[in-house]
């Protein structure tokens, strides 16, 4: 079931019109469906049977909010910085259900990991290795460690967000791990667990991922085969979803896949690391159209959200669906650019749409729910939207809407008078 959808003409998230929304938190306005998250993650959750676990990935969307209510459903969390672990700790989360990747932690964020007692530290590189081992010997700890090998992979998607082909900057060579993995073996303060890859994101099939998890028990056989014993394997996260109108990734036929090749592996709990599907389709950016403007043969529609709001679009060239809110408007249907107010030709949220659209009008930027506020900035000095969380006919503020003293919090003049 769609928790976002028209009723009687008017768009609509779970009980409240989304213009009723815009009317009482002004725009532009971030606005998630809680019932759509949660259906979001029983969908992996019904085909994921315990031991294994779900890590969401904290990046996608990081609201207090959010993660209290994943908390609340057993969710474990993937964290890449020591702030994403301080927010899984305030909403309620363990260190132990985290387990923590990223290229280039510093010391700092390594030493305040261990001492929360984290899950599992997801090591990139033989460097960061050594530098884990010195921090837990001097806290008189043994770091749970996995390495996270570079399965060499195409996941036919964005060149940004491919991270799992030679090319990138992620992981360990498959073809270097095995030194690294002994090394880990043999370090004193190195509890080694497990092995993880993540080869990308927004990945439409289920071929790219079990290559990959295929080349990954393989590698559990020959770490055995060292006499090394692997407890866990992290396949990552990346699972599409249908911005445009393509046929959807099939999760149960992945993850079922995934179950079957690790029948053979009773010893191996089996993790991923799921973020833009467990919230992408569950958010609406809601933008008001401030002026319409037409010169020479192009037509814009100016809003008040832009990329410092929403950066995809700018970033990737992503495409989001944009729509009117309301269907019963009187306004004729045109063909629009709609840009947003940073001074910048690259700031837009969508070409040459069909929109039937008048002077301060609302639109909804649909799939706002994943990397939408978590990109966000404050350039041109544009304070950042309010967040507000919609559960059947009641909705709450679960960030308030910045104002101009939070964008320069911290800032000193030089002089006074
Ligand atoms: N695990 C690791 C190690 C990751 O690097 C990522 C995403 C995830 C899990 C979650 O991937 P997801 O399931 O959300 O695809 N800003 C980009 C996406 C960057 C993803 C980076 N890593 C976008 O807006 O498309």
């Given at each position: 079931m769609m928790h976002i959808d028209f009723y009687q003409q008017q768009l609509t998230m779970e009980r409240i019109s989304v213009a009723d929304l815009a009317k009482q938190y002004g725009t532009p306005l971030y606005a998630y469906s809680k019932n759509q998250i949660l259906a979001n993650w029983h969908r992996f959750q019904q085909y994921w049977p315990n031991p294994h676990r779900l890590c969401y990935a904290v990046k996608a969307n990081s609201n207090l909010a959010i993660l209290e209510l994943l908390v609340a459903q057993g969710a474990g969390f993937d964290i890449v910085s020591g702030g994403e672990l301080k927010r899984v700790l305030h909403a309620g989360?363990?260190?132990?259900s985290v387990v923590f990747s990223g290229v280039a932690k510093s010391t700092e964020e390594l030493t305040y990991a261990l001492e929360q007692g984290i899950g599992c530290i997801n090591v990139e590189s033989a460097a960061e290795l050594e530098r884990i081992q010195e921090v837990a010997k001097s806290l008189n700890v043994m770091a749970p460690v996995s390495l996270r090998v570079?399965?060499?992979?195409?996941?036919?998607?964005h060149p940004y967000i491919a991270?799992?082909?030679?090319?990138?900057?992620?992981?360990?060579a498959m073809d270097d791990a095995m030194p690294v993995f002994q090394r880990a073996h043999n370090l004193?303060?190195?509890?080694?667990?497990g092995a993880d890859c993540h080869i990308g994101?927004?990945?439409?099939?289920?071929g790219p991922f079990l290559d990959a998890a295929k080349r990954m028990f393989h590698l559990v056989d020959n770490l055995q085969q060292q006499g090394i014993e692997l407890t866990h394997l992290d396949l990552g996260g990346g699972f599409g979803v249908t911005y445009e109108d393509v046929e959807p990734l099939d999760i149960q036929q992945y993850l079922t896949g995934l179950l079957d090749l690790a029948?053979?592996?009773?010893?191996i709990t089996l993790l991923l690391e799921p973020g833009r599907a467990i919230v992408a389709d569950a958010g609406l950016l809601i933008t008001k159209v401030e002026y319409l403007k037409h010169s020479n043969d192009k037509s814009f529609a100016?809003?008040?959200?832009?990329m410092n709001d929403m950066l995809r679009p700018s970033l990737y060239q992503a495409w989001h669906e944009i729509i009117a809110?309301?269907?019963?408007?009187n306004s004729t249907d045109k063909l629009v650019?709609?840009?947003?107010?940073?001074?910048?030709?690259?700031?837009?949220?969508?070409?040459a749409r069909h929109l039937n659209v008048a002077q301060g009008d609302l639109l909804a930027i649909k799939y706002?729910?994943?990397y939408g506020f978590t990109m966000s900035s404050n350039y041109n000095t544009r304070a950042r939207p309010a967040e507000v969380l919609v559960d059947g006919n009641e909705s709450f503020v679960i960030r308030e809407r910045e104002t101009f003293d939070d964008l320069i919090r911290g800032e000193r003049l030089l002089q006074r008078d």
């Open positions: 989360g363990s260190a132990k570079n399965p060499d992979v195409d996941a036919k998607t991270t799992g082909m030679k090319a990138n900057k992620f992981g360990i004193s303060h190195i509890s080694l667990i994101s927004q990945i439409m099939s289920a029948k053979e592996y009773p010893h100016l809003v008040d959200a832009g809110v309301s269907k019963d408007n650019d709609v840009v947003g107010p940073v001074c910048e030709t690259g700031c837009f949220l969508g070409h706002a729910g994943a």
